[in-house]
């Protein structure tokens, strides 16, 4: 779905609404990643004793 959104910005709409579509899907991707990270290592199998 966000995919064939990006494809159509980029075929026909302004490069600021393609800039601000990859941005805002960046700054999501990289909050997730964050979370997972944290959450990974307080609760992950390899925690060192």
Known sequence: ???FRI???FNGG???EL???SSTLV???G???FFV???SK???VSKTQ
């Open 7 to 9: 494809l159509e910005v």
């Open 14 to 16: 302004s490069y600021a």
């Open 1 to 3: 779905m966000l995919g």
């Open 42 to 44: 307080r609760f992950g």
């Open 19 to 21: 800039a601000a579509l």
């Open 27 to 29: 700054l999501i991707t």
């Open 37 to 39: 990270i944290v959450i």
């Open 31 to 33: 909050t997730v990643l």
